[in-house]
């Protein structure tokens, strides 16, 4: 069955509740849309979160990216509802998105947002 966009993020139990650690997620083929041109947008995408009690799986994680490659977005509008949809689903001890946008009209933008 192919994969399609989703804007569910599954989670599952964190399977070391009681000790502190990092969980580092980075793609380098996130891609949305320019809400002022159409034009695509490439970012690497890099999510890091100390877990409570939940974290998100890796393939929910990809389906819900993905849904955002048609949709124009502001770079500071996408990467902060990336980190909101992603603290709302797994309510970690703390996270943080960092988009790294390619090149476009000769300025690299880097957007970082962290919570809390």
Known sequence: ???KPSKTVETFPNPKPGRD????????EF???CPMTGQPDFA????EYTPAKLCFELKSLKTYLW???NEGAFHEAVVN???????????????SVVGRFNI???IQTTIEATHP
Request: charged residues 30%; contains cysteine; aromatic residues 6%.
């Open 1 to 3: 069955m192919p994969l």
């Open 104 to 106: 476009r009209g000769g």
């Open 31 to 33: 891609t949305c849309v």
């Open 21 to 28: 650690y990092t969980i580092r997620c980075e793609t380098h």
């Open 81 to 95: 509802r990336i980190l909101d949809d992603l603290v709302r689903a797994v309510k970690p001890k703390k996270m």
């Open 67 to 69: 849904s955002y490659r």
């Open 44 to 47: 690497t995408l890099t999510i």
